[in-house]
């Protein structure tokens, strides 16, 4: 199994354009609106280091392997015009993981249409993931939590 | 010599299942590749769990810790420190959780109490001052290697032999039965073949390689657990976070010491970790949480029991999200192994393997573990055979100030007289 994995989706908020990218580009602010965060250093405007804690579910057999930390640096390394693109660089269950996430945002009649893009490469942890956990569903439902809680924040 | 069963491992689940195939009047044999406790057994946080920390997400694993806390502490009390435990709330999340873990704990028929959080400081007062709430659960403190020496040496009492230093290397085959291990004899450095009727798969991470030599094709993967020890005991209590089990979450006063676990890591070979300065940091900054000197206390060291995680032919998913299972294969039929299990369930573990193997042959004594007190108590008494030099030292410790300090001394060097004796009894030289 490759330790690469793309996944992209889109979805839709009623705030203008300029509205969302202004947010996602404030990644002091956006942080803050990732559910399962735990606590966050900010470094500079572009830079935060953070720590997470992600739900792999019941399937793993070792309770205290269910829910694991995970320390990485969030970054905001590019953006021009409508398009954005994050990096994430840290440590989960020991293993190195990394994920670069674009994001472009596009007006829609009443709103934004936003578009998202990532790769990550989660090293030996996909061995742990993959044996007992549907990737899918999980790299699903912390996408949905994730977007869930930056509308929730844009729409305050 | 041909036994009734041969057991391969040392760890808590291999000298509790000698213990009890002895007690059921087998003869036993027990091959160690290293000593008693060398390997994750030893390697433990130390914490006899109350059942506590898994009422939410292993409410069946929690109901057998809480059963085999209270028949560990009346079993063997001179290895368990009844401490007694907490579960603090430090944040928001953790105090949403607090509804759950008590419905839980009433679910599972754990004693609980809801302590006021001033009372809790007084209690404990290296404790968080902002904790947000405090639940007290009767967990407890094993000296994990004189729990494991104080079995082997009941379960030599009882007729098993112990070898230590026996790597099983090999397993051979007719038909669709074991007949012998091959035995790499450390002490002598030569192969050596030991037969029995039944062989137990015991060997922890190691299972899947023992397995893999009776041809059974395991999928494995060992994950590492680390533990952070500070150099004073800041807490009365075992100290654990109020929230779903995860990483750095239990604090434990161990003697004159504090040991902080644990993580998972993802290892690719159980025989070669490496602990990570940042394992210790993230250790160090999840426990000062809930005990906030942890920070200034100094680290003396850390150290590492590899987990494994193990997909084997004939455990569903549904049976692996247990706390253990034990599986009998069915070619070769006369192997039994065990797959996961804590520390807290060893004994438990053992009186499973034991049925399982007790049914293969045909035998209708019931496990007698429950209720056997094991050695130790007392050391210098009920050790048959014991040489007078042995007696003598093991005496010595008796009314000094070393005499608590000196039951680890005194097991060991008793642990070595029988497996000594056992090498002489099994035929091989001492």
């Given at each position: 199994m490759s330790s690469e994995l793309h996944y992209n989706g889109s979805f839709t908020i009623n705030k203008a354009p300029g509205d969302v990218i202004g947010f996602i580009t404030d990644l002091p602010r956006a942080i803050t609106c990732i559910p399962n965060i735990i606590n966050h250093e900010v470094i500079d405007k572009e830079k935060v280091r953070a720590r997470f804690r992600v739900d792999l579910g019941n399937e793993v057999p070792i309770a205290e392997l269910r829910r694991i930390t995970t320390d990485a640096v969030v970054e905001l390394i590019r953006w021009s015009g409508n398009e954005v693109k994050y990096r994430v660089d840290g440590r989960a269950a020991g293993s190195a993981i990394s994920i670069l996430l674009t994001i472009r945002v596009n007006a829609t009649g009443s709103g934004s249409q936003v578009d998202w893009d990532a790769t990550a490469s989660l090293g030996r942890l996909l061995q742990l993931v993959g044996r007992f956990v549907n990737i899918d569903s999980l790299v699903r439902k912390i996408s949905e939590d994730t977007i869930h809680g930056f509308i929730e924040c844009l729409s305050k | 010599m041909e036994f009734d069963v041969a057991i391969i491992g040392g760890g808590v689940n291999g000298v509790f299942t000698a213990l009890d195939l002895a007690l059921r009047g087998l003869k036993v044999v027990l091959l160690e590749k290293g000593v008693i406790g060398g390997g994750t057994s030893g390697k433990m946080h130390g914490l006899l769990h109350s059942g506590a920390r898994y009422v939410v997400t292993d409410p069946k694993a929690a109901v057998e810790c809480a059963e085999e806390n209270k028949i560990i502490a009346r079993i063997a009390p001179h290895v368990v420190d009844d401490t007694g435990g907490y579960f603090v709330a430090v944040t928001k999340d953790d105090l949403d959780f607090q509804e759950e873990f008590i419905s839980g704990l009433r679910r599972a028929n754990i004693d609980y109490k809801i302590i006021d959080t001033r009372d809790a400081v007084r209690e404990e007062p290296n404790l968080n001052p902002e904790v947000k709430a405090v639940i007290e659960v009767p967990d407890k403190v094993v000296y994990a290697r004189e729990l494991l020496i104080s079995a082997a040496i009941s379960a030599y009492i009882e007729g098993a032999l112990v070898i230590q230093n026996a790597e099983v290397v090999g397993l051979n085959i007719n038909g669709d039965e074991i007949t012998s291990a091959v035995v790499r004899d450390g002490a002598k450095g030569d192969i050596k073949r030991v037969n029995a009727k039944v062989f137990v798969n015991?060997?922890?991470?190691?299972a899947g390689r023992v397995a893999g030599m009776a041809g059974i094709n395991v999928d494995i993967m060992p994950t590492m657990g680390v533990m952070v020890v500070y150099r004073h005991r800041l807490a009365r209590r075992v100290i654990n976070r109020m929230r779903p089990p995860s990483d750095g979450d239990i604090l434990v006063p161990y003697g004159h010491v504090s040991i902080m676990g644990t993580t998972a890591v993802i290892v690719d070979d159980p025989d070669n970790l490496t602990i990570s300065k940042d394992d210790i940091e993230f250790l160090t900054s999840e426990g000062s949480q809930m005990v906030p000197a942890l920070a200034r206390e100094p680290v003396i060291r850390a150290y590492a029991s590899v987990r494994p995680l193990i997909n084997m032919p004939g455990v569903t998913g549904r049976e692996a999200t247990r706390d253990f299972m034990v599986v009998r294969h069915e070619?070769?039929?006369?192997l039994v192994s065990v797959i996961g299990g804590k520390f807290t369930t060893g004994r438990l573990v053992g009186e499973r393997l034991a049925d399982e193997v007790s049914k293969f042959l045909g035998v209708s004594k019931a496990s007698r573990t429950k209720e056997h007190t094991l050695f130790?108590?007392?050391?210098?008494?009920?050790?048959?055979?014991?040489?007078q030099e042995t007696i003598s030292i093991v005496k010595s410790f008796e009314g000094t100030i070393d005499e608590e300090r000196g039951l680890i001394a005194s097991l060991t060097l008793i642990l070595h007289h029988i497996v000594h004796r056992s090498r002489s009894l099994i035929g091989w030289s001492t």
């Open positions: - | 015991a060997a922890g991470p190691w070619r070769p039929k006369n130790g108590a007392n050391p210098s008494s009920d050790i048959k055979d014991l040489d």
